[in-house]
């Protein structure tokens, strides 16, 4: 597994729009239905106020590296950049532990 964190800082006042045009269906579509696709955060400081952290999670580096690529993901970028403090900053990790805890519900 593969991730990319994409780190940006907006105005406090202005993350729900921001996370608006994440939410969209413009947005969120072509990322789910990209090859690889595993999973998506966004993520807001709590000691900072405005600083977020989008977390995609993919199946290979070249998966992500496509849809990174793509002009889908252009578009959303070009819809964030009005409400950008600094220019947004990419970070690449390879994935060596994964683990979660699913809740498991019986039908009874």
Same mark, same amino acid.
């Given at each position: 597994?593969?991730?990319?964190?994409?780190?940006?800082?907006?105005?406090?006042?202005?993350?729900?729009?921001?996370?608006?045009? $994440?939410?969209?269906?413009?947005?969120?579509?072509?990322?789910?239905?990209?090859?690889?696709?595993?999973?998506?955060?966004?993520?807001?400081?709590?000691?900072?106020?405005?600083?977020?952290?989008?977390?995609?999670?993919?199946?290979?580096?070249?998966?992500?590296?496509?849809?990174?690529?793509?002009?889908?993901?252009?578009?959303?970028?070009?819809? $964030?950049?009005?409400?950008?403090?600094?220019?947004?900053?990419?970070?690449?990790?390879?994935?060596?532990?994964?683990?979660?805890?699913?809740?498991?519900? $019986?039908?009874?």
């Amino acid at each position: 597994m593969w991730l990319n964190c994409s780190h940006v800082i907006v105005n406090p006042e202005q993350v729900g729009k921001v996370v608006e045009i $994440l939410q969209g269906e413009a947005s969120l579509e072509p990322i789910q239905a990209a090859r690889g696709f595993c999973g998506l955060y966004l993520v807001e400081s709590t000691e900072t106020p405005g600083e977020l952290v989008s977390i995609t999670v993919w199946e290979s580096a070249e998966d992500g590296q496509a849809y990174l690529a793509s002009p889908e993901c252009r578009e959303v970028v070009n819809a $964030l950049q009005g409400y950008l403090r600094q220019p947004l900053e990419r970070h690449y990790y390879q994935v060596h532990i994964e683990t979660s805890k699913q809740q498991v519900s $019986l039908a009874g």
